[in-house]
């Protein structure tokens, strides 16, 4: 079996199906085509398939290479899109790249598009296949989870009648294919085997580290790097508070602290969104035992949800010194992506905002110039608001025409989330201006 697989991955000839064409499973699939390999992708929109099938990327925002690459590879007859099934059944290689969301209550993990996707798979899955799980997943889900359903469903057994790996995604919007290229990859088997095989096929497309591991290490390092990031993130969005509650400005202390050596203090800013490290330190401590007492996880979590409130906390003060009531304003919102130049608004924090800013009384308009319900004039749309709060770095906001925002404005407070601006200047210009981290009093 494993000689088999091996002279069709180092051949090319083995069919290769992708689960989930999103923003991990859609770059991953063109790669692969492009380095010769036979691609099917299935997705359950048909509209997004259709879509893809004419070599039109679903994706917006600045994705560098990726609309080219998968014009290119669906003109040549290397990759399609479809919304069955059937073509896992000559699959030699099926990887799976579905979301894993946590239950916003109960921050446990919500397997429902990979149970479903497992499921389809199995009905269709033959002997001699390698699945890789290239979602992102709880420490422990292959074997209580991924392993079970393909079993059950397939017939089959795991290291008799088809390899199994997780091969975590390491994947950043505006990023995407030179992630996949240059990041570092684990790829943990549920045999040293399988590993071995699954490093034979990645080696086409990444040329980073493999390391081969088993599956328990390769989902404690995916969860434990991104709550690792979350943690500091955590503590530089608790220093810009603090900075601005002592009248200090948080992005100069930070540039001096990190010139100590083996300092690396993160950017604070208006929130934590995306796919990943909203939920993955929630999935690193969701197989724990009772045992275990999780306290510092919990605590970065509810500091970096706090941001986005925090924004809206400095929206009023900042209408207040405008002499403005927040109840009645109208707010205009800047960014609704969570990532600067990218159309993905998964856990976006502005969205948090927004709801608060309603509560408060406020009308609130959005713009966003990749999320195509809010493109539009800029100028425009902020043209009779009282306040601009800026919750993306997008490059239009950086370069945006100050004089003709400072005039569209019924008045000019602008309300910084990502340290976009010059403190000095943007009050110089005309500008009531408040930010994260900023010496906000005007003393």
């Not at 030179?178 to 040329?207: D, T, W």
């Amino acid at each position: 079996m494993e000689n088999n697989l091996l002279a069709a991955i180092e051949n090319k000839t083995a069919n290769v199906v992708v689960l989930g064409l999103g923003y991990v499973g859609l770059p991953v699939a063109c790669l692969f085509a492009e380095a010769g390999f036979p691609v099917v992708g299935i997705r359950r929109s048909q509209d997004k398939v259709d879509m893809i099938n004419r070599g039109e990327c679903p994706i917006e925002g600045k994705e560098p290479g990726l609309a080219e690459l998968l014009a290119r590879v669906v003109s040549e007859g290397r990759f399609q899109a479809t919304t069955d099934y059937a073509p896992c059944q000559e699959a030699r290689v099926v990887l799976i790249a579905v979301e894993t969301p946590v239950d916003p209550v109960t921050k446990k993990p919500g397997y429902q598009a990979l149970r479903g996707a497992l499921t389809d798979l199995g009905h269709n899955l033959s002997r001699g296949t390698m699945v890789v799980i290239e979602s992102t997943i709880a420490p422990g889900t292959m074997s209580k989870v991924v392993k079970p359903i393909l079993e059950e469903t397939s017939g089959l057994q795991v290291n008799e009648d088809f390899y199994l790996v997780n091969c975590p995604e390491r994947v950043m919007p505006g990023k995407l294919l030179a992630n996949i290229r240059k990041c570092h990859r684990v790829v943990g088997g549920m045999s040293p085997e399988a590993a071995e095989l699954a490093i034979h096929f990645y080696r086409h497309v990444v040329q980073a580290d493999l390391d081969p591991v088993d599956c328990l290490t390769a989902e404690l390092v995916k969860t434990m790097e991104n709550a690792y990031r979350d943690v500091q993130i955590a503590f530089a969005n608790e220093m810009a508070p603090l900075c601005e509650d002592m009248g200090a400005d948080v992005w100069q202390i930070r540039e001096l602290v990190n010139k100590s050596p083996y300092r690396d203090m993160h950017l604070p800013g208006a929130g934590v969104g995306g796919h990943c490290i909203p939920k993955d330190p929630w999935l690193l401590i969701a197989n724990a035992s009772d045992g275990f007492e999780p306290r510092l996880i919990p605590t970065a979590r509810a500091i970096n949800d706090r941001m986005p409130l925090h924004m809206a906390d400095l929206t009023v003060k900042a209408l207040q010194e405008a002499g403005v009531d927040i109840a009645g304003a109208k707010v205009a919102v800047l960014g609704y992506a969570y990532l600067e130049n990218s159309d993905d608004t998964r856990n976006s924090p502005s969205a948090v905002l927004v709801k608060r800013l309603c509560e408060l009384g406020a009308e609130v308009t959005v713009h966003d110039p990749y999320v195509p319900e809010y493109q539009g004039d800029l100028v425009d749309m902020v043209t009779g608001c009282d306040a601009a709060v800026v919750m993306v770095r997008h490059q239009v906001y950086r370069a945006m025409d100050l004089d003709a925002v400072r005039d569209a404005l019924r008045t000019p407070i602008v309300i910084d989330g990502r340290g976009i601006f010059d403190a000095a200047r943007m009050r110089t210009t005309g500008f009531v201006y408040w930010g994260v981290g900023k010496k906000n009093r005007q003393t």
